[in-house]
């Protein structure tokens, strides 16, 4: 793209993308750039690493709807994949939107390709191998490219990697809502001609990822042969080429590529989609087997250099391990469509809350903890990706093959628990999302006391029926992994740490019973690392849902989250709750350092990323809570408490409309969680849907601890309903003693009805009893505009810690 008059300088962009970036990041030089954008080597000052930060052009951030960019980065930021280049942030420098990236170390394909030209056959086969693995991973997630080209594949290592996943459609949706953009017209679709799809270059709103593939296509044709099919033509042409002109065999091209190969390339790039392999997996699938031989009489592949030899074999050992594996299990399966060769075996899963049938409604725990006792166990199996959401335990129940296809899984797990005294009924099913076709279905009906002896049995027949390929030791190892993640034989022990754990979900006056059954299963297996995590996460969630201080558990909640990780340090729930009892003390180092370890162990955990994205909120960094949030929720999207904490992220960045909506999402998710009811109402508020917003703070519970109601009354304060204030004001001045927390409702109170200098006196006193306010609610929240200008306000913020220069912009 040329340069246009009004396009700032290097230097100009330099210094404005600086000052909107602030202290996060340093920008060191720029890299350079292609049409869409310009890019930045910078470092990111708390990790001390490097990152790229990508600024759309001004050109094109003219006609782009900045608001609607980043949400659509948002669900590409969603992608962990090896063999993709994650999206960090995203954010607006003046009204130039961009996004960061880690800097991958190398060089991309293109610059390869220009150096050298095509690389040795068994390198381009690994490398074409590395992107399939990464569309195949995104496309999975319902993530379409639209611009698979040599130039967003980079060489790391031994290695190839994906980079500007999601961002092409983000540009267009963005550019379609502000209103002038002509992107639909033929011809005007962002991309690359030279690897346009048919549907893609007459802009079709239709084209899905059956688009990439395509594209892969002319990529693997350049690599095997030395150029795109359609040559290098200028871009009108190509695009003409690829609506009408058939490609050249690539055969002609390439004498001694594999047949296999040379198929499966020109397959890719048939005009109908319909016609092309209908998955990214089938395209890996062949490529496993060109590179075993295996059913192949090709030419043999190209001699490489020793050099390339030393940098493949140890990928191509690995790949002969898994096709090996893959051919056995082809040949096994006899007739059907998986003989025929259709890329249809399961790699993913999701495992729904068992339905409680039984006569007492109170066996509902007995059902959800067989469920996530199952998922637990699945987890731990390589190779298949586990989702287990929340939502039975809500009291919601869904559609199985809406969940399977929102959560973008192959296979679902249903269940029904039927227990009366001893005895326990249980009906399961393992479901296909694509067809509908059961897979496995078993029913059992056993005594209490075969539970362990079911549930492994139950894992193995599931592992079996997905065919996911397990260690050297086979089958039997799925029961040695399921009893490995329950933790315990003891079968007293393990009902009480059920029934914690669905306390614990409930949250509330849950809180306490669960922090006691949790002790009670230790004291029946003092071995049992889980029950210790469970403790630790009650005690540590005590003080938001109990008038607990915080120092009378910060040393319980600690000593049981060592005693579970020296027991068994995969437990990402151990750290989180290390990391809420440093946040009590306001040692905000310490507590990102375990937030941060516990993503590390896990990032599978939903939880995890949840209550590292209120931490966030509390720090002043609401657009990395933000996503946190959402990458909770893409693994969890049933949970009403992840909801709640996305809306009010999302409303701390910026987006108060769309937050409105997710709130009232969180509520119909679960209509008596307390958390989703006070996040709903101040989403709500914050649109100015005031009514709404005290029905909402009308409905949580009264029996919560002062803070609650604090937060409660400052919602009919600000909604213009100062009645409810001025009553708990009352009643918590004529209190003797005030209970712990009752300082902290007492200034929100004062807050909602404006009294600035009774509120920030009540702040202080807070203070003074260890209360917790700033981990209650983010001083980035509207209800302390009255008062952050003061210069007592900013005392409070050094005192806990923070820097008051973070939290001195009035938050609407």
Not at 321 to 339: C, F, M, N, P, T
Not at 434 to 451: A, F
Not at 468 to 474: E, H, R, W
């Amino acid at each position: 793209m040329g340069s246009s008059d009004n396009a700032p300088a290097t230097g100009d962009l330099h210094s404005r993308l600086q000052q909107s970036l602030g202290t996060t990041y340093a920008l060191e030089r720029e890299l350079g750039g292609g049409g869409m954008s310009r890019v930045f080597l910078a470092t990111e000052s708390r990790l001390r690493r490097s990152v790229v930060v990508k600024v759309l052009t001004p050109e094109l951030a003219a006609d782009v709807s900045v608001e609607r960019f980043e949400r659509e980065i948002v669900l590409a930021a969603q992608l962990s994949h090896p063999s993709i280049v994650p999206v960090l942030t995203a954010g607006d420098a003046n009204g130039l939107p961009y996004y960061t990236m880690p800097f991958v170390e190398g060089q991309s394909l293109r610059a390869r390709l220009a150096a050298g030209g095509p690389p040795p056959q068994l390198e381009a086969i690994s490398i074409l191998r590395d992107v399939a693995r990464a569309l195949s991973y995104a496309h999975d997630h319902g993530i379409v490219h639209r611009d698979i080209k040599p130039d967003n594949v980079l060489l790391a290592g031994d290695a190839a990697v994906v980079t500007d996943f999601g961002i092409a459609k983000a540009i267009t949706v963005a550019r379609a809502d502000g209103g002038s953009s002509t992107l639909t017209t033929a011809g005007s679709t962002l991309g690359t001609p030279a690897y346009m799809s048919p549907e893609q270059a007459t802009g079709d709103p239709a084209a899905d990822f059956r688009s990439d593939i395509y594209s892969f296509g002319c990529l693997a044709f350049e690599l095997l042969s030395g150029e795109p099919p359609f040559g290098r033509r200028p871009g009108h042409q190509l695009l003409a080429a690829h609506l009408a002109e058939r490609p050249p065999d690539i055969l002609v091209k390439c004498a001694d590529c594999p047949r296999a190969l040379a198929t499966i390339v020109m397959r890719c790039l048939e005009k109908n989609p319909a016609t092309r392999p209908q998955s990214a997996r089938e395209i890996l699938q062949v490529l496993d087997a060109v590179i075993t031989g295996a059913g192949e009489a090709a030419p043999a592949l190209r001699p490489v250099s020793r050099r390339t030899v030393r940098r493949v074999v140890p990928v191509v050992a690995i790949l002969v391990v898994i096709a090996a594996v893959a051919v056995a299990l082809i040949r096994s399966r006899g007739s059907g469509d998986e003989a025929r060769g259709d890329a249809t075996v399961p790699q993913s899963i999701a495992v729904l809350p068992f339905s409680n049938v039984g006569p007492d409604t109170a066996d509902a725990y007995f059902a959800d903890g067989m469920s996530e006792e199952l998922g637990t166990a699945l987890s731990k199996v390589r190779g298949l990706r586990v989702v287990a959401p929340t939502f039975r335990s809500a009291g919601r129940d869904v559609d199985p093959n809406e969940v399977g296809k929102t959560l973008g899984v192959d296979a679902l797990l249903t269940g029904t628990v039927r227990r009366a005294g001893d005895e326990m009924r249980l009906n399961v099913k393992l479901t296909r999302v694509r067809d509908g076709s059961v897979l496995w279905s078993e029913q059992y009906r056993k005594t209490v006391r075969h539970i362990f002896a079911v549930q492994d049995e139950m894992a193995s027949a599931i592992v079996s029926a997905l065919r996911v390929q397990l260690s050297p030791t086979g089958a039997t190892s799925v029961a040695a992994l399921a009893g490995v993640a329950r933790g315990t034989s003891n079968l007293e022990a393990y009902d009480q740490y059920l029934r914690g754990q669905a306390n614990l979900r409930r949250r509330g006056a849950g809180i306490r019973v669960a922090a006691a059954q949790f002790e009670a299963a230790i004291a029946k297996d003092t071995g049992f690392a889980r029950a210790y995590s469970g403790l630790s996460a009650a005690l540590a969630l005590l003080p938001y849902f109990a008038a607990v201080p915080p120092d009378s558990v910060f040393g319980g909640a600690m000593t049981a989250a060592r005693h579970a990780l020296a027991r068994d340090s995969t437990l990402a729930e151990a750290h989180t709750s290390m990391a809420l009892a440093y946040q009590h003390a306001f040692q905000w180092q310490r507590a990102e350092e375990e937030h941060r370890r516990a993503i590390a162990v896990d990032s599978g955990d939903a939880q995890a990323h949840m209550h590292y994205a209120r931490f966030l909120t509390s720090v002043a960094r609401p657009k990395e809570a933000f996503d946190e949030a959402v990458r909770a929720k893409s693994l969890d999207r049933y949970s009403a408490v992840i909801a709640a904490w996305v809306a009010t992220t999302q409303r701390l960045s910026g987006d108060p409309a769309l937050a409105a909506i997710e709130a009232t999402r969180a509520i119909e998710l679960d209509s008596v969680n307390p958390t989703a009811q006070v996040h709903a109402a101040f989403a709500l508020l914050a649109v100015g849907r005031k009514a709404d917003a005290r029905a909402a703070a009308d409905r949580v519970p009264r029996e919560l601890p002062f803070s609650w109601a604090g937060m409660m009354a400052d919602v009919h304060g600000m909604s213009g309903d100062p009645a409810p204030a001025i009553r708990l004001i009352r009643d918590i001045e004529q209190m003797r003693p005030r209970p712990w927390g009752a300082e902290t409702s007492l200034a929100w109170a004062f807050l909602g009805i404006g009294d600035s200098t009774r509120a920030l006196a009540a702040l202080e006193r807070a203070l003074e009893a260890r209360e917790m306010w700033p981990n209650y609610f983010s001083m980035l929240e509207p209800i302390y505009d009255p008062v952050r200008q003061s210069a007592r306000f900013a005392a409070l913020v050094r005192r806990v810690g923070l820097d008051p220069a973070l939290f001195m912009a009035p938050s609407r």
